[in-house]
């Protein structure tokens, strides 16, 4: 099964070293690489996307959800369960017993993973997380788009870009609301949402001086902390 590529679509990924955007593997076999050499092999389990853990693999009761989140889980559907901090897809539904079986592992977590990658470029400046890099996680419509004006609606969860901590998130929760270019939330999210259709789930890489900068009001964030957000639109009323 392939996971991803790029061949096909001429579109590279980038990532910073050292900020935990790819897996550890992928990462280590890139540096020391020279601009133009290919390698391809099997990455495990520890520097892939970790060992499978069966104590994050759970039963939780319909009531765990707000009743007009519940109404919108599906099998596949990413949740977080309060009492813990990580976000989870759902893999059983039991509607007889009132119960979601949620697996906390990633998906591919506890496989070998074939790669085949080439470095083609090599940024070393200072200006590498200059911007908000979106990378797309799920396709929406491609139609519907909000604009500076508009209301949206959005599931998140925003993590550390350093440690991968999670600071806060919507899964499991009332949707977030905020108004495009009224600066509701922070510059990078409020930014690059309108690069996403209606359905759309994916990665904001956000640089400090677009998030919280040198005084950040969150204890939990340092400063100067680079972030990710993974973001799903869920709506856009337009004006």
């Not at 309060?82 to 949620?102: M, Y």
């Not at 009224?182 to 930014?191: C, E, P, T």
């Not at 789930?201 to 009001?217: M, T, V, W």
Request: charged share 20%; aromatic share 8%.
């Amino acid at each position: 099964t392939v996971i991803v590529e790029t061949l096909s679509s001429n579109e590279t990924v980038s990532f910073l070293v050292g900020q935990g955007q790819v897996i550890p593997g992928m990462e280590k076999i890139c540096v020391g690489m020279k601009v133009g050499e290919t390698w391809s092999g099997v990455i495990g389990p520890n520097d892939g996307f970790g060992i499978r853990d069966p104590s994050k693999t759970f039963d939780a009761s319909f009531c765990s959800f707000e009743p007009d989140v519940l109404s919108s889980i599906q099998l596949g559907s990413v949740v977080v369960v309060n009492g813990r901090n990580s976000p989870g897809r759902v893999v059983s539904i039991d509607k007889e017993n009132r119960w979601l079986t949620i697996d906390e592992n990633h998906e591919y977590a506890g496989k070998d993973l074939r790669f085949w990658l080439e470095l083609v470029h090599i940024d070393s400046s200072s200006s590498a997380w200059s911007g908000v890099t979106v990378e797309p996680v799920k396709p929406g419509d491609g139609r519907t788009y909000a604009a500076v004006g508009d209301l949206v609606r959005i599931h998140y969860v925003a993590q550390l870009a350093s440690n991968g901590k999670i600071l806060d998130s919507t899964l499991g929760k009332e949707a977030l609301r905020f108004k495009v270019g009224s600066r509701q939330v922070i510059r990078g999210l409020d930014d690059a949402i309108s690069n996403l259709s209606v359905g759309e789930r994916a990665k904001l890489y956000i640089p400090s001086e677009f998030g919280y900068g040198q005084n950040p009001l969150n204890s939990m964030i340092p400063p100067d902390s680079n972030l990710i957000f993974e973001v799903e639109l869920l709506e856009v009323l337009k004006e």
